[in-house]
């Protein structure tokens, strides 16, 4: 009787083991892989890093492999080349392939900020700043042909000011190396990107004065895309992915900065915590973070104004054409 028992209890544990490491093998099969790259590692982009940190896409049986690409040309090529299954860049980026003929075109499907990013910094303490006191200045721009370059001189023409007549125009600088050309001397005033627009004023190197992306309004600055084959082949994919993206947009917008702060600090261990909740309040208190992933035609529109406005339009395209805004107004309920 006694030999029986035993037998039965260790077959018993052997069956539960077994249910044990089918289960186990059955959830590691289930979770998916997905392949993204983002344009350059920013705290602009906190959503992103909240809906990995707190664990929203794993919710949705996701495993996010993120890779930093720096640069829109090198992103898109990612993208195209199969090297990613999901971009996180510019809009301007869809149009510029798509006006050379793709016929795989990069379609947006979730945005994620919705305005400019970039600020306005000082040398010198300014007291009651006016958009005019940059006229005759020399001014340290950004890239020409992104984003930033752009809604810089869409800003500052809606102020009367021609970049290329009434300043001293800088664009030869390489984006890696503007903070320091800046730091070195170069220019009266520069647009930065945060953190490096708060650490300057921090330690005195420079002083903000505006925001580029209070003056320019709402813009798909920057969105999630995919190849329109991609998104065929994995519709179930990418609805979740939009579904877990917008958790956090929620989350982004339910807390506060210094929670935000805390949740994407491993993403930025060479800026201190004080520094990204700065960076964090003044991206919210200016509306930045979308709050949900719809890219609307407006928005669109404008974007294709202020490259217009730049000369850096191939073509006008249809928001239909580039955008789908369908799964994340499925998930929204909008």
């Known amino acids: 009787m006694k030999v029986w028992i035993k037998y039965s209890v260790s077959l018993f544990l052997v069956v539960i083991l077994t249910v044990g490491l089918w289960g186990c093998s059955q959830k590691e099969e289930s979770v998916e892989k997905v392949r993204v790259a983002e344009v350059t590692r920013s705290i602009f982009y906190a959503p992103q890093y909240v809906a990995i940190e707190k664990g929203f896409f794993e919710e949705e049986g996701l495993e996010i492999e993120l890779s930093t690409t720096w640069g829109g040309d090198k992103t898109m090529t ?152 991609y998104m065929k082949e994995n519709k179930e994919t990418v609805e979740k992915f939009t579904k877990a993206l917008y958790k956090a947009q929620q989350w982004v917008q339910e807390n506060n900065a210094k929670e935000i702060a805390k949740v994407i600090e491993p993403y930025f261990e060479d800026t201190e915590l004080d520094i990204i909740e700065t960076v964090i309040d003044r991206y919210k208190s200016q509306g930045s973070f979308a709050t949900d992933p719809i890219l609307d035609e407006e928005e669109w529109n404008n974007l294709q104004t202020i490259m217009n406005e730049a000369g850096e339009l191939p073509k006008e395209i249809d928001h239909s054409t580039l955008v789908n805004t369908s799964i994340a107004e499925k998930i929204t309920g909008n």
Do not use: C
């Open 78 to 229: 990612t993208l195209l080349s199969d090297g990613a299954d999901i971009a996180l860049v510019g809009s301007e980026t869809s149009i510029y392939v798509q006006a050379q003929g793709s016929d795989d075109p990069v379609i947006n499907f979730a945005q994620l900020t919705q305005t400019d990013g970039t600020f306005l910094v000082a040398r010198e303490k300014v007291e009651d700043f006016q958009w005019e006191q940059l006229k005759d200045s020399t001014f340290l721009g950004q890239r020409k042909g992104g984003m930033p370059q752009m809604v810089g001189e869409y800003v500052l023409k809606q102020h009367g000011i021609h970049p290329h007549n009434d300043l001293n125009l800088i664009q030869n600088v390489d984006f890696a190396n503007i903070p320091n050309a800046f730091a070195s001397g170069t220019g009266d005033y520069v647009q930065l990107f945060e953190p490096t627009a708060s650490i300057f004023e921090k330690e005195g190197k420079g002083h903000i004065v505006a925001s580029f992306g209070t003056e320019s309004g709402h813009v798909p600055y920057t969105t999630f895309m995919s190849k329109d084959s």
